[in-house]
């Protein structure tokens, strides 16, 4: 019989406290940094932004993970909003 004691893991209260807030809030800023960008950005459609909203909300983690991966490039440059508000107001 093979015997683990070998494996001696000591974490104190401090580790332990430290390991639950770095994983318990990581997942909780990720997902709030996505809806307030998804919120504060303009995208190629509303159909996209909604899309986007829906899946962060509906399944958060996997969804603020993938709108990290995909969903930031279909956002809207900032140059080209203000390039459009500029012709928009020059004809």
């Not at 318990?24 to 190629?44: E, K, M, N, T, V």
């Not at 983690?61 to 107001?89: C, N, P, T």
Request: hydrophobic content about 55%; aromatic content about 8%.
């Amino acid at each position: 019989m093979h015997n683990l004691a070998f494996i001696n893991i000591n974490l104190g209260t401090t580790e332990v406290v430290t390991a639950f807030l770095i994983l318990g809030w990581s997942p909780i800023l990720l997902i709030a940094y996505c809806l307030i960008d998804i919120l504060r950005s303009r995208f190629r459609g509303r159909i996209i932004k909604l899309t986007w909203l829906s899946l962060v909300l509906v399944v958060p983690v996997i969804g603020a993970v993938l709108y990290m991966v995909a969903g930031k490039s279909q956002k809207v440059s900032s140059r080209l909003i203000h390039q459009a508000d500029f012709e928009r107001i020059a004809a």
